[in-house]
């Protein structure tokens, strides 16, 4: 029922927007979700049909935030874009990607990376403890759940790590309708006692949303790994820079030596769900499987299990934040300063609404906007799409690390102060990290307030301010 909500929203994306053959295209795979089921063989079918649930769920999540309903920004978001002069880089090709201004979601594909280094089992990363790599993964069907679906809840598996919630205070609460704000008012209403970061930005004490130390840049890239991300990694290698890796566990089985390759030049991985859908719309079960899976492919392909987990679209409330700490996932969101958020919009260029040169410039004022804060901050970006690839290869990174004043680019635990082992359930000797059983962070709405001003406390006293001033200018809701 949700996918036909979300299909819908997608076609009336499709009819508005100027970009019509390439939002038709992936409305079209969006239906066709419905009534198939994916394999690994189709490979570049099942990322595109995941860049359509991302772009409708995205444009529905963001856009709806202030919105009334969820026809009304899906016009407002899919209007047609407008030509603007470019903004900070000149638009010149560099490392190897387009002029800027090509970098657009009708651009010829390039060529697509294989993993380029190949680790034998019993390979050791260079952390401490680090265990080696187990026998390489071999997929098998009926071992793992549909690619891009939600997975079943009724498995063995499942029901085994449906057990990690026991003694756990999990709010009970009902899922939202469609994980944006403007598609269930009720929830919305309720977003402060929720703790829903979708409707206003709240957070819990446990969530990482921003790095502690001024001008500290906190990298990610999100929806790997996908056909683009060798060329990614090959960039972040010459420059000696890590980022964090949060990874769909359908594009894992797809590509694990892409996984290994990351997790062996020592990136952090994160996890990012199953089948990228809104957590928030999910029951208690369905969440557990969505964990669940993504962190037993992680596992069995790395062999460890990740300490940390990001709600696609940045949806999560209570609810979801008490159900991952029970699994020993602590939440990492992105920053949200002075009324927006640090989300490059990289994604909206991959869809077609927004320029690259656009995009530039929201870029550029998110690296203005930084160096205003006391704090880093943590930044949005992709792996998954050869524009977005592009744009963090030959523009956003080397824009950030040529800035004045300069930033340090870190992984996010790093820029936590958070040991590569600790990033693992097999390596940390952080005996309060991974998150605990501990239900005081979740639960009763006394526990929900205290969930926010907790995550205020990591801001300056001035930034609560200007948070609180967002809100009341947008009726409860921090626009993007
Ligand atoms: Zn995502």
Redesign the pocket.
Known sequence: MKLEALAALFSLLAAANAHEGVFGRHAAIAQKRQDTTSSVSSASSSVSSSLAS?QTSQASTTSSQGATSAVSSASATSAPVAPSAPAGPPATGANGVPPLSQITSGMPAGTTYAASETFPAGSTPSFSGAPPLPTPFVFSPGNWPAQDKIPPTDSPEVQEWIKELDGVNIPDFAPTVDGSCGGDPAAAAQAEQRGWWTCGGWTGPEDITMCPEKLTWGISF??GPGPYTQKLLDYLDTKNQQATF?V?GSRCIERPQLLIEEHMAGHEISV?TWS?HALTTMTNEEIVAELGWTRKIIKEVLGVTPTTM?A??GDIDNRVRAISLAMGLRPIQWTRFNGFAYDTNDWKVAAGTVSPTDQMATFNSILGNATLMDNGFIVLE?DLYEQTVDLAVGYTLDAARTHNPPFKLQRIGECMNIPLTDMYLETTTNTTFPAHRDTNTSGDPNGAANQSSGARSLTSPAVSVIIAAGMAVVGGSLLL
């Open positions: 991302s999100d929806d949060f769909v990012h990228h990001r696609p679209f992709h």
